[in-house]
């Protein structure tokens, strides 16, 4: 069986820049997919964007946007989120599916979740990260057999991205 990875961990320690790390090291790799990245106004933290693997970027959440969908005291652009990291998981040729993250956020979307389910038993295996808590959506992928959850923690976020990637190319078939 296909194993897809998903780490998990407390907010900031670093889960992102793990997998931006993992993906660097995946030369000659179709990878697609998306990370979620902080926007700011000097130290203030004012909402979250999502960026595709080539660039793209959308509006995933920020404080003051009119949503119906809250989280905190962020508005949830669902729309805006869908339109651009949707299309990132239907990637048939892809080596590699990268989801960052599956946060309470992204579970407002219906589309997501149903893209997140396919990913997760198509072809290419998929590194992500999901939050500890969130909706009854989330634990059931990190419940599933398929997925290995892997904390990251202040002490093993250095050597996970080389870790990450040696299991992913044997995942893949290929020697390291």
């Known amino acids: 069986m296909r194993e897809n990875i998903l780490l998990t961990g407390r907010p900031g320690v670093g889960k992102t820049t793990v997998i931006r790390r993992v993906v660097e090291q995946l030369e000659g790799w179709k990878v697609h997919g998306f990370?979620?990245?902080?926007?700011?106004?000097?130290?203030?933290?004012?909402?979250?964007?999502?960026?595709?693997?080539?660039?793209?970027?959308g509006r995933l959440a920020e404080v003051g946007f009119t949503s119906p969908y809250r989280v905190s005291r962020y508005g949830v652009d669902v729309e805006s989120f869908e339109r651009v990291a949707l299309p990132t998981l239907a990637a048939p040729q892809a080596d590699l599916i990268v989801v960052d993250e599956i946060g309470k956020m992204e579970c407002f979307s219906r589309a997501f979740r149903e893209a997140v389910q396919r990913a997760l038993e198509g072809p290419a295996p998929v590194l992500g990260?999901?939050?500890?808590?969130?909706?009854?959506?989330?634990?059931?992928?990190?419940?599933?057999?398929?997925?290995?959850?892997?904390e990251v923690?202040?002490?093993n976020r250095m050597e996970l991205p080389t870790r990450l990637a040696q299991m992913l190319i044997e995942l893949r078939g290929e020697k390291t």
């Open 35 to 57: 990370y979620s990245q902080e926007m700011r106004e000097g130290r203030r933290r004012v909402g979250f964007q999502v960026v595709t693997l080539d660039g793209q970027r």
């Open 129 to 150: 990260t999901i939050g500890r808590g969130g909706p009854p959506f989330m634990k059931s992928i990190r419940q599933r057999e398929d997925v290995r959850l892997i």
């Open 153 to 155: 923690t202040r002490a």
